[in-house]
């Protein structure tokens, strides 16, 4: 069954791509596990929750509330990902990390589209992004990338310099 949202409004930028926000869950500060979403459209199928940015919404906000929408969790909203651009379906997707603190036994999307979620490792995600989201592989090359550079650097990033 396909979600639908008929008093949604989609929010565009400035270039004309829809603007969307996602969260990559993690069970731990250790993030070696992601929790992903059965797609509304093709349910055997495997995504990372996410949906598009309301009007006057920040994206952090959309990224919380869809979450709790299609995955039943809430937690510790962390870093920023970065914007994920996607020109096949024209939009981008700023992408969060959150530490899953609570797994609600029922929520919306259960509920009402029989929406299920599972905790993956990032590699078996991966593997799971690649039949359905390809594009959203990146969200977890991102955060192997930025979870590496958090823990293997103590060092400080350097300031700019004014010239």
């Given amino acids: 069954m396909v979600k639908e949202k008929p008093n949604s409004t989609r929010i565009y ?17 250790a993030e070696a596990e992601v929790l992903l979403v059965t797609s509304s459209r093709r349910p ?5 929750p996410g949906g ?6 920040e994206p952090s906000v959309t990224a919380v509330r869809e979450v709790l929408e299609e995955a039943g969790v809430v937690g510790k909203l962390g870093r920023c990902l970065g914007v994920f651009e996607n020109r096949e379906h024209m939009h981008r997707t700023e992408v969060f990390v959150m530490t899953v603190t609570n797994e609600l036994e029922e929520w919306e999307d259960s509920r009402s589209i029989g929406r299920k979620r ?22 977890l090359m991102q955060l192997r990338h930025s979870k590496s550079n958090t823990t293997t650097s103590n060092t400080p990033p350097a300031s700019p310099t004014e010239t």
């Fill in 118 to 139: 599972q905790w993956f490792s990032i590699d078996d995600a991966l593997t799971q992004l690649a039949l359905h989201k390809p594009t959203q592989r990146h969200y």
């Fill in 44 to 48: 055997e199928l495997w995504i990372v």
């Fill in 13 to 29: 930028d400035k270039d004309g791509f829809r603007r969307r926000a996602a969260c990559i869950c993690v069970r731990s500060d």
């Fill in 52 to 57: 598009g940015v309301e009007p006057e919404e």
